[in-house]
């Protein structure tokens, strides 16, 4: 089992409808969590991170954690066409990342 | 955010001919770096780990002597691709950890001729 796994989409949304992605993660351990988007052609850029159960939100994007059962949601709310990119997740330290999540927003 | 900044952003080389890129932290101090290859419409690939000061770390199918990483202070590293060919050709990515989560640099896309 991969340590991190994303579904891997893609995923195709309406504009303005909630976007869903998810990880899920094999080491209970685990303490810090990020999620990063990569537009076509640009490098990585870091938009959340979560530590503790829960939410956190951050204007149209909440970061949901659930450590019980190991897994952590990006939700992005009101879904706009620049939010078509592929979004990655990572786990603690580990810097690899795995073919992540397509999302296409659509107008 | 802290700042990584890559140079060149783009290179055109013949083959045969060495590139080098620089990956700088710019308002952080970066005792570690990472090095990332990525072919279009593919993943990200981790090539290497750069540790200031000491060897690298590389993964598991990357040459060593092919992309040599020297990482001689805490805000430099750079990868040099020596006798690059074609297939060579692809988008390098550093990245350093700053705090908690990484932070990315512009990319540099290189095309062997």
């Known amino acids: 089992q991969k340590e991190v796994e994303q579904n891997s989409g893609p995923l195709s949304v309406p504009e303005g409808a909630i976007a869903s992605l998810n990880c899920t993660y094999s080491d209970r351990g685990s303490q810090s969590f990020f999620w990063y988007r990569q537009y076509s052609g640009k490098s990585p850029e870091l938009i959340m991170s979560i530590y503790s159960n829960g939410d956190k939100e951050d204007g149209r994007f909440t970061a949901q954690l659930n450590k019980a059962s190991q897994y952590v949601s990006l939700l992005i709310r009101d879904s706009q066409p620049s939010d078509s990119a592929t979004y990655l997740c990572?786990?603690?330290?580990?810097?690899?990342f795995g073919a992540g999540t397509r999302l296409t927003v659509k107008p | 955010g802290a700042v990584v900044s890559q140079h060149p952003s783009w290179v055109i080389c013949k083959s045969g001919t060495s590139v080098k890129i620089e990956c700088r932290s710019l308002?952080?101090?970066?005792?570690?770096m990472f090095w990332y290859r990525q072919f279009p419409k593919q993943s990200l690939m981790l090539m290497a780990t750069?540790?200031?000061?000491?060897?690298?770390?590389?993964e598991q199918g990357v040459e060593k002597d092919k992309f040599l990483i020297n990482h001689a202070s805490l805000t430099l590293s750079t990868l040099t691709v020596t006798s690059a060919h074609p297939e060579d050709s692809s988008f390098y990515i550093c990245s350093a950890r700053a705090g908690l989560g990484a932070f990315f640099g512009q990319g540099t896309r290189l095309t062997v001729v």
């Open positions: 990572a786990v603690n330290d580990d810097m690899r």
């Open positions: 750069s540790n200031e000061g000491s060897k690298a770390t590389y």
């Open positions: 308002d952080f101090q970066a005792t570690t």
